[in-house]
């Protein structure tokens, strides 16, 4: 098991999925912060209670605000299936702001360091809850929560307001 990507780091080639129909199509980060700078928010779980009702509502509302001010995508990453990953985007993004992609073979946030065991809450492995940003490919800020059950330094906000 590899430590925490850092600042400056490039991100890892992992696949990231989505369905076109009953297809599931790839991308990775790599791919999608191209001649870029893209803002990534990464959740342990689809219609868990916090990530449902708080965290990420936050980055719908404040989408074009973070356009804006530079990031070209908002993207939200999770560790569940390509399937519960579209139906959870549908009823919390229905005007398609933000890009949803599953981490469900967990490659992404295995090969940043950015998961953890939430076997006390039968989640088994997640992701961590965390913000990124990454401009070209390479990471220029990470915040991750202490404990995934809080927003302490990963709201939509911070991201905004962040010097970069
Ligand atoms: C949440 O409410 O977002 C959550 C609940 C259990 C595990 C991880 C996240």
Redesign the pocket.
Known sequence: MRGRIGTGERVPDAPLAWLVGDDIRTTSMIELSRGARVVVVGV??AF????TRTHIPQFVEMAPSLQASGFSKVICVTGNDPWVTQLWADRLDPEGRLVFLSDGNLEFGRRCGLTRN?TD?F?GE?LDRFTMTVCKGFVERLSVEPS??EITCTSADSCRLAEI
């Not at 868990?48 to 990530?51: E, F, K, M, V």
């Open positions: 342990p779980g868990t209670p916090i990530c939430l809450l989640g997640r995934p059950m």
